[in-house]
């Protein structure tokens, strides 16, 4: 059975651009969450979707957004990138109590 | 609000020793409590969960406790080995999906 994947695995941006990470969960999940990691801050939810409906929204900028497709797989987008959007982004289907993650995306903003 | 501390923030042991590392939460109505396992630069790797009416779960050499009266939760490392130096998280769910995480616990394992 295959584990989340996310894609890309890296990424480098200039600020102001735009950039669209995307997560496929685990098969038969349909609860994908995202999470930003950064030295600082450590591990914020940013938000969480199941059925395509987003169900609940970490205290991120509106610059942030995402969605999910019927087969559940999910995308999220930030616009207009700042330097300090540079972070690992984390991906997470449930099963439903069990959170499973990817390996994440490395962003960097230059 | 709940927050979640994980002590200590770092952790070096030699090969062998049993060892304990802890996470506190301010909020006892949580629905569950999971550790994870983060090597430098990768993903999360779910180690345990905890449901809020379970005192323990184990896994192989991995022991993980929870107290929800008094807001801690303990995962005990038996005969630790050099492969598992990495970062431990744990993290506390509540009635929605969204997991709040500790700092985590930076552990080195030297032969």
């Known amino acids: 059975k295959a584990g989340v994947t996310q894609t890309p695995r890296y990424l480098i941006k200039t600020r102001g651009q735009q950039v669209t990470l995307s997560c496929s969960p685990i098969?038969?999940?349909?609860?994908v969450s995202w999470y930003q990691q950064t030295p600082g801050q450590g591990l914020q939810f940013l938000f969480e979707?199941?059925?395509?409906?987003?169900?609940n929204k970490g205290n991120f900028p509106g610059r942030f957004s995402g969605r999910q497709f019927s087969n559940s797989r999910s995308e999220m987008n930030v616009s207009t990138l700042e330097l300090g959007d540079s972070a690992l982004y984390l991906c997470?289907?449930?099963?439903?109590?069990?959170?499973?993650f990817g390996q994440g995306t490395r962003l960097t903003v230059v | 609000k709940q927050e979640v501390t994980q002590i200590p923030a770092a952790l070096s042991v030699p090969e062998g020793e049993n060892l304990v590392l802890n996470c506190s939460f301010t909020?006892?109505?949580?629905?569950?409590l999971q550790w994870f396992r983060q090597d430098p630069g990768k993903g999360l790797t779910s180690l345990l969960l905890?449901?809020?009416?379970?005192r323990e779960q184990t896994s192989g050499r991995l022991n993980a406790s929870l107290d929800k009266s008094s807001g801690r939760s303990t995962l005990y490392i038996a005969a630790s080995q050099p492969g598992d130096s990495a970062t431990y998280l744990c993290?506390?769910?509540?009635?929605?999906?969204?997991?709040?995480f500790g700092t985590g616990t930076r552990l080195q394992v030297f032969p």
């Open positions: 997470a289907s449930r099963n439903p109590d069990e959170a499973f």
């Open positions: 098969s038969g999940h349909r609860s």
């Open positions: 979707y199941f059925s395509e409906t987003q169900r």
């Open positions: 909020d006892s109505a949580i629905y569950n």
């Open positions: 905890i449901q809020s009416s379970q």
């Open positions: 993290a506390v769910g509540g009635n929605t999906d969204k997991l709040i």
